[in-house]
């Protein structure tokens, strides 16, 4: 297993840890340069999706889905072309998210 983490103000550049054996490498990422944000969940469904969050000023990112596939060396940071906005009343900060089946459920936050 895997954790991968990063920092976005070096997004191309991704720390991955191996949990079977205790070691870090890195990954180089190419694709879209993604607004930073705070705030913010992922979930995993075979691709990362990143969802809300927030600006400096706790207003929302206008990029508010962004994915990172895994399955590709380097890695690919994108933004889903077919995304209806979500309603003014999801969160878009501060909240959890969880993954059923096919649907990421955002729960409370603002």
Known sequence: MFIIL????NIWNICIYDTNDGTWINMSASGIELSPRYFHTTVLNGLIIIYGGSDRRYYPVPDQISVLDTNVTPFIWSTPSKINTAPS????????????GNYMIAFDGR
Do not use: D, E, K, Y
């Not at 009343?89 to 059923?100: K, N, R």
């Open 89 to 100: 009343s999801a969160p878009f900060g501060g909240h959890t998210a969880t993954l059923v």
């Open 6 to 9: 990063t920092q976005f103000r």
